[in-house]
């Protein structure tokens, strides 16, 4: 079945919009490891200011680009899987509230009136407009889930006992984490924040608002992945030519994910006043349970593997793994998928360290810190997402990836330059060195009394891995440019376009894992359960509330003067 | 269909390997009595300012205040072997508390006291590093702690006890300028008076009385070479300028 035309429009501006905000977001990439390695030594350079930049790359790169992927992905997956049309209103609805949202918060932060970073902490204030951007924003992806829902249920009667695609379950579980985890943050924006802005309160619960944005900032990251473990799921195996090992693991590790995203977000905040060292403790044994469902992926997809790669005649112990479309520009995607998965083996274990309670007390809100997380949303989801945008955006308007050479290349790029990157930033953070601050100026500016000679390695692997990345993202949208202006294929026009999905070759049937209901109960109530004591804490011992602050003056804001 | 073996020895794989990280992390935390900064002084109201207080032996107890864009104090000399009990507040952000090299690592909320506990075995400079982002001036908010072994005593830079530092914080001035040498918005305060000071117009001044006087009144009539135009004049008394130049009189390299 093809996809409706508006429908399909409404895709392509989903995936086409952020992928043009992200060559300012992967400019101020490369900008930052300029500043952080001291080659830039200034408070801005060509008219964008560091902390204006660093909050560009994060809220575009980490927020808008992977939510219009999630929303566009799935929608195709839903569509296509259950084989039924889904609201082309809904579908509208939710493009229009996220594209205002998307232009509202980018508007305040290159206007300089919003360099408060990707996580927003008060009391630094931002412009009430930013704030109601990224409430726009956030409802604007609500929409998707509730207009597939009345798909699912007719597809359910019409297919009674039938499995539900395992596509459509990793789509609905990365929605379902969605929900749960943005409505503490919407709370944090709409009642805290956003009144403090506008100068109806005078003051915020920091701690309060902290807490709420980690209940979000943790599931955030299972919300990037979880669209990527679909792509692995339903079309790494076929890629490679053979099928999915397991079908089981599949969905085990969907409903895992929404039982465990929530409830560990204070392993965010283990260096966090306020908060007993029980509180702590339990949602620190929490996250380290999602290494079952992440080990589980790991060992079903390189089963699956060498599976396909024995199929293509691969034999021995190691040997199968020559036998696998590395290098074929016929499918260029299967690299993307590839090296994600092998950086992610990386992201993964130094996840593992970062969870590890003590641990954290050496590694806490260092330069350790982006390295890890540029191996996971920066490695599998980013590849999964570049991958599957330009998969998507040439399978829509039919016309030829150009050149597939160039696009099987991109990834390994890329792999190469985040190896070099983090390497240099693991190393810088296990020095003491500070994430996401301007170091030229003062801790690697010789003149400075602060130099520290010692982060020289670290923060000049970070920048010669960040601009490798960068050369990856030139040559991505040169292929991407390519292939946009290259003619439709006329032989691609004759069928309807559809993704790649997998076959399982176990298709085992588990009852526990085949209904949603149960597992959204558990997981609202171990929610519950393990943030009722911290909450109640900190709303309880009163702690005072914090008037706020512009980030380039030290007096306060007076809010009665911004009243008028 | 009952789950595939190899599948089976995965999951218990992934289990055991859990289980065995958690005991890893329990013996860290209780066997090795290394542990994270708990909810202290509950309900408690935060100190207002910094201090430095020696208990018996070599324990110290150090209470920092932490501001855009300084730790008070910003240097602290102890002996070999001390242990230093740290609290620390906040007068406006959040702001980060680490001191690279040890296992000290806090956040400094409003509201809300940090606390940690650092034994320094070994001689040496540990940086302390502000790694929460806490605006513009963020880079520049460092301190040290000089741990040596040819001293008995503590001493401390920094602390706001006199009152020409008091009047420079309330007026906003230690935002841009700092005390501890970085570079910031302005030049640093550190070792500046009597310093030659050059400026955009090509001349040269040296800061005396008399120079600081015209700069805080009329400010971009003399700016400094290399910083932006930006410091607004600011309204001092008689007696406050006597108290910041008498301050940075004393604050030399």
């Keep these: ?564 | 269909m009952a789950i595939n073996v190899l599948e089976r020895r995965a999951l218990l794989g992934a289990i055991v390997f859990v289980a065995l990280s958690l005991a890893l992390i329990s013996y860290a935390t209780w066997g090795l009595g290394i542990n994270v900064p708990t909810c202290i002084p509950l309900g408690t109201k935060p100190f207002e300012e910094a201090s430095v207080t020696k208990h018996d032996g070599k324990n110290y107890e150090v209470h920092f205040v932490t501001r855009m864009w300084a730790f008070e104090p910003n240097v602290l000399r102890v002996p070999t072997g001390s242990t230093l009990d740290i609290y620390a507040v906040t007068k406006d952000v959040t702001h980060g508390l680490e001191i690279a090299g040890t296992n000290v690592n806090l956040m400094v909320v409003p509201g809300a006291v940090a606390n940690g506990r650092v034994h320094f075995s070994k001689p040496g400079i540990y940086t302390i590093v502000c790694h929460e982002y806490c605006g513009k001036g963020h880079q520049t908010m460092s301190a040290r702690i000089e741990v040596s072994d040819l001293i008995n005593d503590y001493s401390v830079e920094g602390l706001p006890s006199s009152e020409g530092m008091k009047i420079l914080d309330a007026k906003g001035c230690l935002a841009c300028h700092t005390v501890n040498g970085n570079a910031g918005v302005g030049p640093t305060f550190k070792g500046a008076w009597g310093s030659t000071v050059h400026l955009t117009d090509g001349s040269t001044r040296t800061l005396d009385s008399a120079f600081f006087v015209e700069k805080v009144h009329n400010p971009t009539a003399l700016s400094v070479n290399g910083y932006p135009p930006v410091m607004p004049p600011i309204p001092l008394t008689d007696d406050e300028i006597k108290q910041i130049e008498a301050y940075l009189e004393g604050l030399q390299n």
């Design chain 1, 1 to 564: 079945m093809e996809l409706q035309k508006n429908l399909q429009r409404i895709i392509l501006i989903e995936l086409l919009v952020p992928l043009t905000l992200f060559i300012f977001g992967a400019y101020h990439g490369v900008m930052q490891v300029m500043y952080q390695s001291g080659v830039i030594r200034a408070t801005s350079f060509a008219g964008i200011d560091y902390y204006e930049g660093l909050t560009a790359h994060g809220i575009i790169n980490a927020i808008v680009l992977t939510t219009f992927f999630a929303v566009a992905f799935g929608t195709m997956v839903v569509s296509q899987e259950l084989k039924s049309p889904v609201s082309i209103a809904g579908a509208t609805l939710s493009l229009v509230l996220m594209l205002l949202g998307t232009v509202m918060t980018a508007a305040m932060i290159f206007l300089g009136k919003a360099s408060v970073l990707y996580t927003f902490y008060p009391p630094l204030m931002a412009h009430p407009l930013f704030y109601l951007g990224l409430v726009l924003f956030i409802v604007g992806s609500w929409v998707p889930l509730f207009t597939w829902i009345p798909v699912y249920m007719r597809w359910r009667k019409e297919n009674p006992g039938r499995k539900t695609p395992l596509g459509v379950v990793g789509i609905f579980a990365t929605f379902i984490v969605w929900q749960l985890a943005t409505l503490p943050v919407a709370f944090e924006v709409l009642v805290q924040l956003l009144p403090w802005s506008l100068g109806w309160t005078s003051g915020v619960n920091v701690m309060l608002s902290r807490t709420l944005f980690w209940f979000f900032g943790h599931p955030l990251v299972y919300f990037w992945l979880l669209p990527t473990y679909v792509l692995y799921y339903t079309m790494l195996p076929k890629l490679a030519g053979g099928k999915l090992f397991s079908d089981f693991a599949g969905r085990f590790t969907f409903m895992a994910l929404i039982l465990l995203s929530c409830p560990l977000g204070l392993h965010h905040q283990f260096a966090d006043p306020g908060i007993s060292t029980t509180s702590k403790g339990i949602q620190g044994v929490l996250t380290l349970m999602v290494a079952i469902p992440s080990m589980l992926t790991a060992f079903t997809l390189a089963a699956s593997l060498e599976l396909a790669a024995r199929q293509r005649g691969g034999k021995g112990l190691f040997g199968w793994w020559k036998q696998l479309p590395y290098f074929d520009p016929e499918v260029w995607l299967f690299p993307y998928l590839f090296c994600g998965l092998v950086i992610f083996l990386f992201g993964g274990i130094t996840g593992i360290i970062n969870a590890s309670y003590s641990m954290n007390n050496v590694v806490h809100n260092t330069a350790w810190v982006p390295a890890h997380f540029h191996l996971t949303v920066g490695g599998p989801v980013f590849l999964g997402i570049l991958g599957g945008s330009l998969l998507i955006i040439t399978g829509l308007l039919k016309k030829p990836v150009v050149s597939g050479t160039l696009a099987m290349i991109v990834p390994y790029v890329w792999m190469v330059g985040t190896f070099v990157f983090s390497t240099g930033f693991f190393m810088g953070g296990l020095r003491g060195e500070p994430r996401r601050t301007n170091l030229g100026l003062t801790y690697m500016n010789p003149a400075s009394p602060s130099y520290r000679p010692d982060w020289w390695l670290a923060t000049h692997m970070g920048m010669v891995g960040g601009c490798i990345m960068g050369l990856a993202v030139l040559l991505y949208f040169i292929v991407l440019v390519r292939s946009l202006a290259a003619a439709p294929d006329a032989a691609l026009s004759q069928v309807p376009y559809l993704l790649p999905i997998s076959e399982p070759y176990h298709d085992e049937d588990v009852s526990a894992v085949r209904n949603f209901t149960p597992w959204v109960i558990a997981a609202v109530l171990l929610c519950v359960a393990s943030y009722y004591a911290p909450v109640r804490d900190i709303v309880k011992n009163g702690i005072r509330t914090a008037p706020g602050f512009r980030p380039n003056s030290p007096v306060a804001v007076d809010t009665t003067r911004s009243k008028s």
